[in-house]
């Protein structure tokens, strides 16, 4: 199973001075994998999705809902049940151990493929893996899928509470306890520590408060209150809810997708044309305006992560003049993609790419193209966060552990992945931006939508880069209040290109067919559109990616059941992008400020909290409808238990 490689942690100290040497053996490492397996061919889409989970614990006495730190002891109840199957491939889904001691992740026991007809057991997986977890859940705790935890980091938050110790442990944050790390693998604790130390103060994550009308103004807090020795009144700013916690981000939930792609370069030309694609599925996901209490300005959870893994020093992000072989470095470790690395994508590199110089050399040397390598030297300017004795001496030419290392604490939208050594997995990309939704329902039609969209790029040879400022300009706005309908997203005009077939053009006459052969410059390129119109199309201007797909849809074989199942789930994405169904956001924003305890102050108290959990688990479970997020409550006429999947007799009669 996916467990992390066990092992005793190097302090930090230990851990940086053997940085280069990670770097260096990382790179080689890369190399042999490259040489070994940049032929490899003929791999078949196969995809997966991961889900992670939070457990709640309702005190129905008191009305409160806290997180219950019990996360390991249920995993190894999970990897023993896993060990005793008498076929290991009978799992239906796997279970993994995530950053916080409230976390799980879930992933299906095997990847999905190639056929549409996955699409229907999606959402049953889903379903599932809550079955599963629900029969090891104690009284009152719950398997939630909730992006931000409300009251995260209040006093009390979890179960059991645990005071804060700012002077000492991992993470000497005001408001979250080491306990709340998953005490289950050292990993998670060492990369705290590391990032704290290499950043050399803790990290400081500053969100714009939302202002209602009895929100003190400025907002500022006393942090003394919480034993503040004066770091969190010189990082706070006012009117902003101030965080100073990896766990505020790295305990936040996500949705993720990996695909396989035939070959190296489908796998590239996917990279490429996803990422433009994440600012607007985080809009389209946006689920967490809420933390520490607070209603924040802002409804998706990336900028909170990104802060809060961002190990880099103050001369690294410029507040200090730089100190010999120092340089600035613009974006934390967590951020969105910074380079292209298709050919198509190449003209659109357009920001300023800090690459580590002999890495890079490493890797031209040993014949890797100059996209590739300037990708790959990219992720090598950082350190290593977190190292175990027992992984230091590897075997260069069979280990790819130390290459792992880097690649896996760059947590960027989208991450090239290449094949494990002596594996069958072939080359894969991760598409990583979205917020997890509260039903099984959203996740898997998020999660269909995207799938789709690989394959109708693909099959339509469409082109969707954009330049990287601006993909970093929409990750911006993706993330304000309400974005979904107030922003304008910059997106690419004509997305079909001169090898496109008629299809890709449906319902849009005007659509040049012809246009990749005509870019006179960058500019002309891309135009700024609302997630509506990206999504739904605009009369003679744009196609739109869901009349793309239907498009797509409609010259294949697909039987009544899965072509129903997927009718639902682009229906949903449909709505929410015209505005007729909400954002997870913006309901959540409504039932707390509608909430007759709320005193329009911006706060969240223990009771709404506890309301609003409780409503969201008896939506989840479809004990009560939610036209708002999910559409109509039709009722199923089938046999399945969940309410708002439309049943295949009003499927077909639509
Ligand atoms: P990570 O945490 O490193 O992103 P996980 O193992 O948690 O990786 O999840 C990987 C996802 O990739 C899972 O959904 C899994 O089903 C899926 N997957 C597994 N094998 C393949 C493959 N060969 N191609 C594509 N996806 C795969
Ligand atoms: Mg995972
Ligand atoms: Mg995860
Ligand atoms: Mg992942």
């Not at 940086?16 to 770097?23: A, F, H, L, P």
């Not at 935890?149 to 944050?173: D, N």
């Not at 695909?259 to 370069?265: E, L, P, V, W, Y």
Request: aromatic share 8%; proline share 7%.
């Amino acid at each position: 199973m996916g467990l992390l490689s066990e092992g005793s942690p190097l302090s930090w100290e230990e851990t940086k001075r053997r940085s280069e040497y990670v770097r260096k053996h990382g790179i080689i490492q890369f190399i042999n994998l490259y040489h070994k397996l940049r032929d490899r061919q003929g791999d078949i889409l196969k995809w997966g999705d991961e889900v992670e989970y939070m457990i709640v614990k309702f005190d129905d006495g008191n009305k409160t809902a806290r997180l219950s730190l019990r996360a390991a002891e249920i995993l190894e109840v999970f990897h023993n049940e896993h060990d005793s199957l008498p076929e290991k491939d009978e799992a239906r889904c796997l279970w993994h151990p995530e950053y916080a001691a409230y976390m799980l992740e879930a992933t299906p026991g095997h990847p999905y493929g190639g056929l549409l007809a996955h699409f229907n057991v999606v959402e049953a997986n889903m379903r599932y893996r809550r079955e599963q977890a629900a029969k090891l859940m104690h009284p009152g705790e719950r398997l939630m899928t909730l992006t931000s935890f409300p009251r995260i980091g209040c006093p009390a938050f979890t179960e059991p509470v645990h005071p804060t110790k700012p002077t000492s442990g991992a993470t000497r944050s005001l408001f979250f306890p080491d306990e709340a790390i998953f005490p289950g693998h050292p990993r998670f604790k060492t990369l705290t520590r590391n990032i704290r130390q290499r950043r050399g103060e803790k990290v400081a994550i500053n969100l714009p408060i939302f202002k209602d009308v009895k929100t003190p103004s400025p907002f500022v807090e006393d942090y003394l209150l919480y034993g503040d020795d004066g770091e969190a009144r010189r990082a706070a700013l006012p009117d902003h809810v101030y965080l100073d916690a990896m766990g505020f981000g790295m305990g936040c939930c996500c949705l993720q997708l990996t695909f396989q792609a035939c070959n190296i370069n489908e796998a590239r030309t996917l990279y490429d044309q996803l990422a433009p694609l994440c600012p607007i599925l985080l809009a389209l996901t946006a689920a967490s305006p809420f933390h520490r209490g607070l209603i924040t300005d802002v409804d998706c959870r990336w900028n909170v992560i990104s802060g809060a893994v961002d190990c880099r020093t103050r001369q690294e992000r410029g507040l200090l003049p730089l100190g010999p072989n120092e340089r600035r470095i613009p974006k934390s470790r967590y951020d969105s993609i910074s380079s292209y690395i298709s050919p198509q994508g190449e003209k659109y590199n357009d920001v300023p790419l800090v690459l580590d110089e002999d890495a890079y050399k490493q890797l031209s040397e040993a014949g890797i193209d100059p996209l590739l390598a300037r990708h790959i030297a990219h992720l090598f300017i950082r350190d290593t966060v977190s190292l175990f004795e027992e992984r230091l001496n590897q075997d260069d030419s069979k280990d790819s552990d130390h290459f792992e290392n880097i690649q896996s604490t760059n947590w960027q939208t989208m991450r090239f992945k290449p094949p494990p050594p002596n594996s069958s997995i072939g080359w894969r990309v991760e598409f990583r931006p979205c917020e997890v939704q509260i039903t099984d329902f959203e996740n898997a039609a998020v999660v269909c939508f995207v799938v789709l969209l690989t394959r109708v790029i693909l099959s339509y040879q469409l082109d969707l880069i954009i330049p990287i400022s601006k993909v970093d300009d929409n990750m911006q706005k993706a993330q304000k209040r309400n974005a979904i309908q107030s922003e304008k997203f910059w997106f690419r005009k004509d997305i079909t290109t001169s090898i496109s077939p008629p299809e890709a053009t449906c319902h849009c006459p005007v659509f040049p067919v012809d246009a990749s052969s005509k870019l006179p410059s960058n500019c002309d390129v891309y135009a700024q559109m609302t997630i509506n119109e990206i999504i739904n199309g605009k009369e003679g201007e744009f196609p739109g990616l869901i009349p793309l797909l239907t498009s797509y849809l409609s010259g294949m074989d697909v039987d009544a059941d899965t072509h129903c199942t997927i009718q639902q789930y682009l229906k949903l994405i449909q709505r929410r992008a015209s505005g007729e169904l909400q954002t997870t956001a913006q309901w959540l924003r409504k039932y707390v400020t509608t909430h007759p305890d709320y005193r329009k102050d911006s706060v969240i108290s223990e009771k709404i909290n506890y309301d609003l959990l409780k409503t969201i688990d008896s939506i989840q479970n479809g004990i009560i409808p939610c036209p708002d997020l999910l559409g109509a409550p039709l009722i199923s006429k089938t046999q399945d238990s969940v309410p708002q999947t439309i049943s295949k007799a009003e499927c077909s009669a639509e």
